[in-house]
């Protein structure tokens, strides 16, 4: 018959348990520390590459693109605010701040053409032109979606989200669920759709088609045409129709 531990045998296993629950916290300590000290070295590094690069970091933006993300790494946000070192060191904030107010203003010059949806790509055409008059440098999607984000603090609804292989700019607070993105998917292939399309496509009911249509033509983010001899109505949707883009523009997405 095998004998249980007696009182010191228990008091030992608690002992030991001690000891093994100290050497862990004393190693997780370690590595934290050890953590610590590298991100730090890591922070001094990149100040050092971002005094070195600046020029590039403002005016290439493969090269922007690459700095945010070795940003992103070690945990440092260059656009959390105006103020503070990297503000003072790139500028870069002001860069983001000064895009974003010309992302607003072209938002609302064109919602009523697209009701407040727009193609990224058509917004960062847009921001080329603006751009060109005072200065020479690349505007890139990831920098629109950069200054974008930095838009949502002011509550004023903006968004980039993804709709099949596009993606677009939401400029107005209407949330669109998963409904409406499938909608507006389907109208890529020509610029609109039919109730009796979507009935079609996604086997729903004709009435929930015509509601979501409905609500989107309300919102103002598609317009209607009722002209065509088929009798069926047709739901535009300008943010996803066909862009006229001029060689002005293709020169600058090559760029």
Not at 5 to 30: C, H, I, M, W, Y
Request: with cysteine.
């Amino acid at each position: 018959m095998r004998r249980r531990p007696g009182l010191a045998g228990l008091q030992a296993a608690a002992t030991n348990r001690d000891q093994f629950r100290s050497l862990g916290e004393d190693v997780a300590k370690a590595r934290t520390d050890l953590m610590k000290e590298q991100l730090s070295v890591f922070r001094t590094q990149l100040e050092e590459f971002a005094r070195k690069h600046k020029n590039d970091i403002r005016k290439n933006p493969a090269f922007r693109a690459q700095f945010h993300a070795m940003c992103q790494k070690i945990g440092v946000d260059p656009l959390a605010s105006n103020k503070g070192f990297w503000a003072e060191l790139l500028g870069i904030g002001d860069f983001y701040y000064e895009l974003g107010v010309q992302i607003v203003d072209i938002c609302l010059a064109t919602r009523a053409h697209n009701g407040g949806l727009m193609d990224l790509e058509e917004l960062r055409g847009h921001l080329m032109k603006r751009r060109r008059v005072s200065r020479d440098s690349t505007i890139t999607e990831d920098d629109c979606i950069r200054a974008i984000s930095k838009l949502k603090a002011l509550g004023s609804g903006f968004e980039v989200f993804t709709v099949g292989k596009r993606r677009l700019v939401r400029s107005v607070p209407t949330e669109l669920n998963k409904v409406h993105n499938q909608i507006i998917e389907a109208a890529q292939s020509q610029g609109y759709v039919t109730a009796e399309d979507i009935v079609n496509k996604f086997s729903w009911r004709t009435g929930s088609v015509v509601d979501a249509l409905e609500t989107l033509m309300k919102e103002g983010l598609v317009m209607v045409d009722d002209g065509h001899p088929d009798g069926k109505r047709r739901y535009w949707f300008p943010c996803v129709s066909a862009m006229d883009v001029d060689s002005d523009e293709s020169d600058a997405n090559a760029t």
